[in-house]
């Protein structure tokens, strides 16, 4: 069983930054062999992408984050992260870590709320 816990979130201005974390609890090989990513559920919404890795490494971006997220992780630390820049109030939402391909698994979510 792989559990993954959010931090970062919470309440900045429209044009700041937040950086969210994600600790994994699988081993490294886990994280090297899977898809981790970032979504979104705003309210009354529907989860959506934000950020990923695939399988195979690649990146990907959904539309709300490109040009101003940064998705990174740590294979070490066991850790996946997003940087986002230049918020927006469109931003707001729960932010939930999540990794695919072997079982599917997502942690508790994390609040981030933009302010204008």
């Known amino acids: 069983q792989v559990q993954l816990a959010e931090s970062g979130g919470g309440l900045v201005q429209a044009g700041g930054s937040l950086r969210l974390s994600c600790e994994v609890s699988?081993?490294?090989?886990?994280?090297?062999?899977?898809?981790m990513g970032w979504y979104r559920q705003a309210p009354g919404g529907q989860r959506e992408m934000v950020a990923r890795?695939?399988?195979?490494?690649?990146?990907q971006y959904g539309d709300l984050a490109k040009g101003r997220f940064t998705i990174s992780r740590d294979t070490a630390r066991k850790t996946l992260s997003l940087q986002m820049n230049s918020l927006k109030p469109e931003d707001t939402g729960v932010y939930f870590c999540?990794?695919?391909?072997?079982?599917?698994?997502w942690g508790q979510g994390t609040q981030v709320t933009v302010s204008s």
């Open positions: 999540n990794a695919y391909g072997v079982g599917t698994y």
């Open positions: 699988g081993t490294a090989s886990y994280i090297r062999r899977v898809g």
């Open positions: 890795f695939t399988p195979g490494g690649s990146v």
